[in-house]
């Protein structure tokens, strides 16, 4: 079966389960899951009974579809995310994307927690992500291209819509929410980064690192999907503080930061309608 098909089998199976088809996708980086409360009218599909799905195994992240309304909008939020480090197969992370393309998606809203090389930043500091830096060396689309998944040559000058960008900074400046923007370097995981390849992450000119977004990101320019991504520092990267890093801390301050992202995402949403 082909990957276009899997995609296909995977729209088939949620499409029987829902009772609106989405327009705009959420996704839900580590202890940011609150955002789920928002959820009206919700149906669950657990990845697990998805066809094709990569299931996630990670704390803090539930491993569930949910298509409901969210401040009125017809929303699917992936609570919890597949990460590389878990084995997946670089292609099979995309597969969420394209999923989200044949549902009807137009808009993806990504999230995640990482770590600030950007010394300007603090834990909480919530950050848009301007561009980003692929420091995995793989990427979803290599292989053969299916023209009906996005041409094989996608551009990716903006891989973060700059009028989305332009649309969350209003908000957050009306809404009185601090915020600031940068460069995500995506990196391998699951072990925190060394001093060094922070160090070199930094020169090379990442403001934040973590380990997911990156591959969402691409297949979502891939498929067409217009992509608004903001990140929750919760914790400064290695060697930038004298710290040790743990999951435990990720989780907590992104869950204490995660009322301002919350207040903030909720009037993205209702007011994203294209
Ligand atoms: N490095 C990579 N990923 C992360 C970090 C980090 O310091 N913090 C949260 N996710």
């Known amino acids: 079966m082909s990957f276009y098909d899997e995609v296909q089998e995977a729209a088939a199976y949620c499409r029987a389960l829902i009772k609106e ?22 149906a669950a599909v657990p990845y697990a009974e998805i066809p094709h799905f990569p299931v996630s195994t990670v704390a803090g992240h539930a491993g569930r579809l949910l ?5 009125g909008r017809r929303v699917v939020m992936m609570e919890g995310r597949p990460h590389y480090y878990e084995g997946h197969p670089m292609k099979r992370l995309g597969l969420p994307m394209y999923l989200m393309k044949f549902l009807g998606v137009k808009t993806l809203v990504i999230t995640n927690a990482c770590g600030a090389i950007n010394r300007d930043f603090s834990p909480g500091t919530l950050m848009i992500l301007e561009d980003f830096i692929n420091f995995v060396s793989v990427n979803p689309l290599t292989g053969e291209n299916d023209e009906r998944l996005g041409p094989r040559f ?22 009185g929410i601090g915020y600031a923007k940068g460069i995500y370097a995506g990196f391998w995981g699951p072990y925190f980064e060394t001093r060094s390849e922070i160090r070199a992450l930094g020169i090379l000119g990442a403001d934040a690192v973590g380990m997911s977004t990156v591959p ?12 608004f991504a903001v990140g929750c520092i919760t914790n400064m ?16 301050i992104a869950d204490r930061a995660s009322a301002e992202l919350r207040r903030w995402i909720c009037e993205f949403v209702a ?3 294209d």
């Open 21 to 42: 088809e989405p327009r705009i996708g959420i996704i839900l980086g580590s202890g940011l899951g609150a955002l789920a409360e928002e959820m009206e009218e919700t």
């Open 67 to 71: 298509f409901g309304r969210f401040r």
């Open 154 to 175: 996608p551009d990716m000058s903006e891989p973060y819509s700059f009028r989305l960008i332009e649309r969350a900074e209003r908000i957050a400046d009306e809404l």
């Open 216 to 227: 969402e990101t691409i297949a979502a320019n891939h498929a067409g999907l217009e992509c």
């Open 237 to 252: 990267a290695t060697g930038i503080r004298k710290e040790k890093h743990s999951h435990q801390e990720v989780l907590e």
């Open 271 to 273: 007011r994203t309608d």
